[in-house]
């Protein structure tokens, strides 16, 4: 098992930026991969970036390609995402996953295995 817990959501004006953390714990975080998603209201999730842990692979939606970056830290088994010049439309819930095979920016979410709670990003105009 793999439990996720991201944190760093909040509000902040189109421009801003933020930095998401998924902490995770259980089994070792090596073998997998790492993404984040995110669900905005009335929409379906959708794939923003993810990393291959070993490897250090990463993939974009080309929406958040040159905005956002996401990045990992092993000793602290720890994945970020730094999210710069945000829109309004980067308002989500982002949530952070992991999977044992690589996710690719058309992954469908029913396929990642673990799931954190979420976290509310709101960007005002």
């Known amino acids: 098992q793999v439990q996720l817990v991201e944190s760093g959501g909040g509000l902040v004006q189109a421009g801003g930026s933020l930095r998401l953390s998924c902490a995770a714990s259980?089994?070792?975080?090596?073998?997998?991969?790492i993404a984040w998603f995110r669900q905005a209201p009335g929409k379906e999730r959708e794939f923003v970036a993810a990393i291959r842990w070993s490897g250090g692979s990463t993939y974009y939606a080309d929406s958040v390609k040159g905005r956002f970056t996401i990045s990992g830290d092993n000793a602290k088994n720890t994945v970020y995402l730094q999210m710069n010049s945000l829109k309004p439309e980067d308002t989500a819930v982002y949530y952070c996953a992991a999977n044992q095979r690589v996710v690719r920016p058309w992954t469908p979410p029913s396929s990642l295995e673990y799931w954190g709670q979420g976290t509310q990003v709101i960007v005002s105009s």
């Open positions: 259980g089994r070792t975080f090596m073998s997998y991969a």
